[in-house]
């Protein structure tokens, strides 16, 4: 069974520009998580889908951040104008729904190494 | 205050030590506790996942948590160089984001 997959590895751009990371999550996994660390720092939240959702963005650092999810299955994240400060490893997480709810027992991405210059 | 502590370490013991990894977090509601390992350049690989107090054994790791003092821990038996890694505790109360620690980079020396 493949793993969460995100594209790029790595990208390193101008401040000003505008850059789209993607993520695939496991199959089946309903939720989708973003997380990013930036150097020196704890992972931490971003924000969460269920299915096509956002059920929590309460991590989202400001409106330049865009995240979306069509269809339920693979999600975006767009950030546009970068900034300096949005430098670092964006990853992704996927977990199953249970009976219970969510389940979080989540599986990482390798991450997307971010640089702005 | 950070919500939860993790000592960044490193962390250096030599082949067949046994390791302890701690964690204390000020937040009494935390339900579900995760250790995750990360290899350099790569996503976080949860190791050990566990609901509420006590231990929870998988080969040679082995996941406590006393929610009574707010701490957790992750022990490993028999470290093999292998498990040179960054060790990350994590948290969470049902319907809240999930809370990471620093990690603490342990070096197991052959």
């Known amino acids: 069974e493949a793993g969460v997959t995100q594209f790029p590895s790595h990208s390193v751009i101008e401040k000003g520009q505008t850059v789209t990371l993607r993520c695939d999550p496991i199959?089946?996994?309903?939720?989708l998580y973003w997380y990013r660390r930036v150097m020196g720092k704890e992972i931490k939240f971003l924000l969460h889908?269920?299915?096509?959702?956002?059920?929590?963005e309460s991590g989202m650092p400001n409106n330049r951040f865009l995240a979306e999810r069509t269809g339920g299955t693979y999600s975006t994240l767009k950030v546009q104008p970068a900034e300096l400060e949005d430098s670092g490893v964006y990853f992704c997480?996927?977990?199953?729904?249970?009976?219970?709810?969510?389940?979080?027992?989540?599986?990482f991405g390798p991450g997307t190494r971010l640089t702005v210059t | 205050q950070k919500e939860v502590e993790q000592d960044p370490g490193p962390l250096s013991v030599p082949e067949g030590a046994i390791v302890s990894l701690n964690c204390t977090y000020s937040?009494?509601?935390?339900?579900?506790f995760m250790w995750y390992r990360q290899y350099s350049r790569k996503g976080p690989e949860l190791l050990m996942y566990?609901?509420?107090?006590g231990n929870k054994e998988d080969g040679r790791f082995t996941a406590q948590v006393d929610k009574s003092s707010k701490y957790i821990s992750l022990f490993i038996r028999d470290s093999q160089p292998s498990d040179s890694a960054t060790y990350l505790c994590?948290?969470?109360?049902?319907?809240?984001?999930?809370?990471f620690g620093a990690g603490t980079r342990l070096f197991v020396k052959a």
């Open positions: 566990t609901y509420s107090s």
């Open positions: 994590a948290m969470v109360r049902r319907g809240f984001k999930t809370i």
């Open positions: 937040n009494s509601a935390f339900q579900y």
């Open positions: 889908f269920v299915k096509e959702s956002k059920q929590d």
């Open positions: 199959s089946g996994h309903d939720n």
């Open positions: 997480a996927s977990s199953q729904s249970t009976i219970t709810g969510t389940s979080y027992e989540q599986y």
